[in-house]
């Protein structure tokens, strides 16, 4: 088998047999296959395209190309969840432990960022002492134990992936839905979950910036899953504003708990309902939706679910004092107002405009090398549909970068679209795809 025969084969529109996919994600994983052959082949794939049973091809093999989480020792039923990401995305923090409450185990892998913020994994680290590099034994202890562990990604998890994706970064090919289904549903069923919930975002912060598209990615993803054994389902959500209203990493843990004590901003609550309720659903804990919100409403309101997030610190070396003192968080040196020029109604938010700004407070990561500050960020004060007052806040800056603060001033003011108009809300969910079909809200 050559490489070039199967560059030539895809260049020419043929479907590639799963054979030729496996010898190529397993040359190019060892470095046997150079970066110039495996880029025209993504380019072809980018062009051409690739058809169901390709993607589910190409999928195995990554998940194959390195360590598959075996968790069988864990009891019950494993459900994931996976954001293909957003701005102010911190609903991991507050699924894990409001759904562990609930009777189902969340044993969750994640990762640290690139771009606007951190990942998962860095917002807890900024909370003192919590220790994200746990070893299999003390990971599967504590989901068996309290209902949820969280760690980061070992660097032989589906390996492939990350060399295919600093591939596709630089060569154009990214915006692809072949590859980017098969890019998440490789770590997800390496991962070893039983049942998976994706939250698929559409909108100016999200990936996928259509929402017909985001559809699509949905519907290939829950091919993907269903043919290879996992119950999968996807909410489609919107990322038109950010999500909630902190944007960063400390920010996002403390808006966090304050959701876990009953004070959370109400867009935040709802997508964490939703999201949670199909993973009760998944997780065989009710027999519908609607059952799934009114347990999970009740774990909230009762503090269950906060408890239980003291008690995944706490497990995991954290200092639980910060649940009461955000004191103990990192911290910002410089905290500015950004003021609105206008008064009216926030029409709308540019999502990717205030994940730029938190970037540039030092919240993100330019390159994977880059020092995140766990205390930067943006607070958002207005939101769409809220009314404002010129001279009046529309959001607050954390940095310790003062040489930022005025560029970081002006990205957050061109974010905002200020109406004169009354301004209608957004709709948060956009449709639920599933084996069943899709729905469309």
Partial sequence: MRMYDIIAKKRDHMELSAEEIAYWIQGYTKGEIPDY????????????????????DLTM?????????????????????????????????????????????????????????????????????????????????????????LAGQTGNLVPADKKLYALRDVTATVNNLSLIASSIMSKKIASGSDAIVLDVKTGSGAFMKDTEEAFQLAQEMIRIGIGVGREVVAVITDMDQPLGYAVGNSVEVIESIETLKGNGPQDLIELCLILGSYMLLMGKVVDNIEEGESILRKKLSSGKALKKFEEWIAHQGGNIGVINDYHLFPKSEYIRPVIAKDTGTVASIDSERVGIASLLSGAGRITKESQIDLGAGIILQKKIGNKVKSGEAIAEIYTNDASKINEIEETVLSAYKISQQPVQPRKLIHGIVSKEGTKRF
């Fill in 37 to 56: 052959q495996s880029s025209a082949l993504l380019m072809s794939i980018f062009l051409n395209g690739m058809n169901q049973q390709e993607t589910a």
């Fill in 61 to 149: 093999a990554m998940a194959a190309s390195g360590e598959q989480l075996d968790l069988s020792d864990i009891r019950g039923i494993k459900v994931d969840k996976h954001s293909t990401g957003g701005v102010g995305d911190k609903t991991t923090l507050i699924l894990g432990p409001l759904v562990a409450s609930a009777g189902v185990s969340v044993a969750k892998m994640s990762g640290r960022g690139l771009g606007h913020t951190g990942g998962t994994i860095d917002k807890v680290e900024s909370i003192p002492g919590f220790n994200t590099q746990l070893k299999k034994e003390e990971f599967i202890y504590n989901v068996n134990n309290i209902g949820i562990a």
